[in-house]
T-cell receptor, first 115, second 114 residues
Framework: GENVEQHPSTLSVQEGDSAVIKCTYS??????FPWYKQELGKRPQLIID???NVGEKKDQRIAVTLNKTAKHFSLHITETQPEDSAVYFC??????????????WGAGTKLIIKP | DVKVTQSSRYLVKRTGEKVFLECVQD?????MFWYRQDPGLGLRLIYF???????EKGDIPEGYSVSREKKERFSLILESASTNQTSMYLC?????????????FGSGTRLTVV
């Protein structure tokens, strides 16, 4: 089955600097890689995702890159702001029962933005 | 917007009580999931369901059971609550044949067993 590893577990960056969170996965059949943000006391919410036919995707200050050969993908946040402080989860898709899919999650990264 | 609603935000129960956590989604999603979230341990899958009356064990099913009698509702049951089940419980739902929209999570139920 799929296994997703996420690093680092905690990341502290100065406001305005960039932050990078990395994930690796084991199942070469995985084809969908979302990132979720969970602010304190709130539900995880999808912030960006990427599919296996794309190498990079950007949405304003956040971007995700995917290297299928190496089986790793990364979240990049530029010009970090206090509201970026949260726990970030990566995930990779895994198929079951032929045509159904579920997500396998990384352990999460607590991002702290220092003022 | 897809909405996933968990019946209680906070719950306090006594050891040995039978506890029901309810989750309802309104977008006709096939898949529903129950996770437990503890500090530093990420999202751990307890059970999931891909159809009415169908269920599959996740990574930590011990001490839990589930029920899915209707497509929109997925219940997590703690048959005899114990203090080590004190945690945040998150429900999620998704389409079955596509992850186009990822998962949608409920707001969570913080359960304290005393």
């Amino acid at each position: 089955g799929e296994n997703v590893e996420q690093h680092p577990s905690t990341l502290s960056v100065q406001e305005g600097d960039s932050a990078v969170i990395k994930c690796t996965y084991s199942d070469s059949a995985s084809n969908y890689f979302p990132w979720y943000k969970q602010e304190l006391g709130k539900r995880p919410q999808l912030i960006i995702d990427i599919r296996s036919n794309v190498g990079e995707k950007k949405d304003q200050r956040i971007a995700v890159t995917l290297n299928k050969t190496a089986k790793h993908f990364s979240l990049h946040i530029t010009e970090t702001q206090p509201e970026d402080s949260a726990v970030y989860f990566c995930a990779a898709s895994m198929s079951f029962m032929d045509s159904n899919y579920q997500l396998i999650w990384g352990a999460g990264t607590k991002l702290i933005i220092k003022p | 917007d897809v909405k996933v609603t968990q019946s209680s935000r906070y719950l306090v129960k006594r050891t040995g009580e039978k506890v029901f956590l309810e989750c309802v989604q309104d977008m006709d999603h096939e898949n529903m999931f129950w996770y437990r979230q503890d500090p530093g341990l990420g999202l751990r899958l307890i059970y999931f369901s891909y159809d009415v009356k169908m269920k599959e064990k996740g990574d930590i099913p011990e001490g839990y059971s589930v029920s899915r009698e209707k497509k929109e509702r997925f219940s997590l049951i703690l048959e005899s609550a114990s203090t080590n089940q004190t945690s945040m419980y998150l429900c999620a739902s998704s389409l079955g044949n596509s992850l186009q929209y990822g998962y949608t999570f409920g707001s969570g139920t913080r359960l304290t067993v005393v």
